[in-house]
């Protein structure tokens, strides 16, 4: 070990932080968010970003960037004027036919190359299929750090990193990354972890249109056909405002119908736990946590479930979480903002029947009801 004479690990650390930065690097300024979208749109997870974006820079003291690119037959203004309303300062804007429908070539060339010519000092990626594929690349390319999946994102206050936190060893801790000596720092966060910000129409921005020299016939992948997912009406979790979910507490398959109706009732969908899906009660799809979807609805149910980390990781920012276990000491409790110790399977229903009855008297007397519709 090269450091010694007894210094405590954290003063190390500290002391290591506070080394100069590389004076080549030190002229990185700006935090940047990659714009995702595709035929639907943009995905929300990019405004999330720029909500996170906009606070890391406010520390700074420095701006935000956003980057928007397609092809030629794309209208890019929108998604460019509602980039400067969730908050960037500045959006390069790069339209080129090569560029029509994501590919991980073309894309990873424009990011490397805007980040050359600019120089941000942070580079924010969602941490979707599409985000990850080409963060990588990216960050392979560029030799820089980057931290995958995270769910908080921060400034270091001695070195001005970006402080990236992440969970590992299967959800058991949180770890915080530093990219001390490479720039840009690189991060992809969770659809949902983050708050989407207000939309605020009243922001002025730059939309600065950047070239890009791409051509096809040196592109080895070809986008032949692009076929939306079989299914169409896909469910999304990630975005349901309601949602009622079960574990292993509800004893069999046929239990989930208790969470469906209690779930159609407020408006909202179903999630289970690893447990449930790996017990083939539930379609993996519904699956809720670390390996499955974080999500962050207005309301939460969580029935049956004891609140392993790796559950909690992906549904504790939920706004309002209520609870319902057997087991008092259950931790899930921890997280939860109303508890119910008792059996699901008699409350379930209790709880469909009251909200059916609500609905009901309160449609007579014209009042609407909480419900995600
Ligand atoms: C690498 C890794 C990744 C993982 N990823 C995920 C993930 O993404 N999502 C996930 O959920 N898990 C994940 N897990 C599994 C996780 O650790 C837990 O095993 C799992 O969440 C437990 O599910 P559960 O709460 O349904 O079951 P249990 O832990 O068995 O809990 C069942 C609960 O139901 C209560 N109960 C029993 N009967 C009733 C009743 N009649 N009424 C009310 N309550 C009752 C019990 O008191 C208990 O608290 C992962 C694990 C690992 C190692």
């Not at 990216?138 to 001005?160: K, P, Q």
């Not at 080895?220 to 349901?240: I, M, Q």
């Not at 390996?291 to 969580?302: D, H, M, N």
Request: glycine share 10%; proline share 4%.
């Amino acid at each position: 070990m090269s450091e010694s004479g007894g210094k405590p690990a954290e003063r190390k650390g500290a002391a290591r932080r506070k080394a100069a930065l590389d004076p080549r690097l030190a002229e990185y300024r700006g935090v940047w968010v990659f714009v995702e979208r595709d035929e639907q749109g943009v995905h929300p997870v990019s405004w999330e970003l720029l909500g996170a974006a906009r606070e890391l820079a406010d520390q700074l003291g420095t701006e935000v960037g956003a980057v928007v690119a397609g092809g030629a037959e794309e209208s890019l203004e929108s998604h460019c004027r509602d980039a400067v309303a969730y908050g960037a300062d500045r959006v390069y804007q790069t339209v080129h036919p090569v560029l029509a429908g994501y590919r991980n070539e073309p894309y990873a060339k424009l990011l490397c190359e805007l980040v050359k010519k600019h120089k941000p000092e942070i580079l924010l990626l969602g941490a979707t299929s599409l985000g990850r594929d080409l963060a990588s690349s990216v960050a392979t390319t560029l030799e820089t750090g980057l931290t995958a999946d995270c769910t908080e994102l921060a400034i270091d206050r001695e070195s001005r990193a970006l402080a990236a936190t992440r969970p590992t060893f299967g959800g058991n801790l949180l770890c915080t990354i530093l990219t001390l000596n490479y720039r840009p720092q690189m991060a992809t966060v969770r659809p949902r972890v983050l708050p989407q910000p207000k939309k605020d129409h009243g922001r002025s921005g730059q939309i600065q249109k950047e070239e890009i020299d791409l051509s096809e016939e040196e592109m080895v992948t070809k986008l032949l056909e692009f076929l939306p997912h079989a299914g169409g009406d896909r469910l999304d979790l990630s975005l349901a405002e309601v949602i009622v979910a079960g574990g292993k507490g509800l004893q069999r398959a046929a239990n989930f119908s208790l969470l469906e109706e209690l779930a159609r009732a407020l408006g909202g969908e179903v999630g289970a736990t690893r447990a449930a899906v790996q017990a083939g009660w539930v379609d993996a799809q519904r699956q809720i946590g670390q390996t499955g979807k974080t999500v962050r609805p207005k309301l939460y149910i969580a029935a049956g479930i004891s609140g392993a980390i790796q559950h909690r990781v992906g549904m504790e920012s939920s706004d309002l979480i209520v609870a319902i276990n057997t087991d008092p000491n259950a931790p899930i409790f921890e997280v939860a903002h109303y508890g119910i110790v008792g059996d699901a399977l008699i409350l379930l229903p209790l709880l469909t029947r009251t909200v059916r009855g609500q609905a009901v008297a309160a449609k007579t007397i014209g009042l609407e009801v909480y419900s995600s519709s």
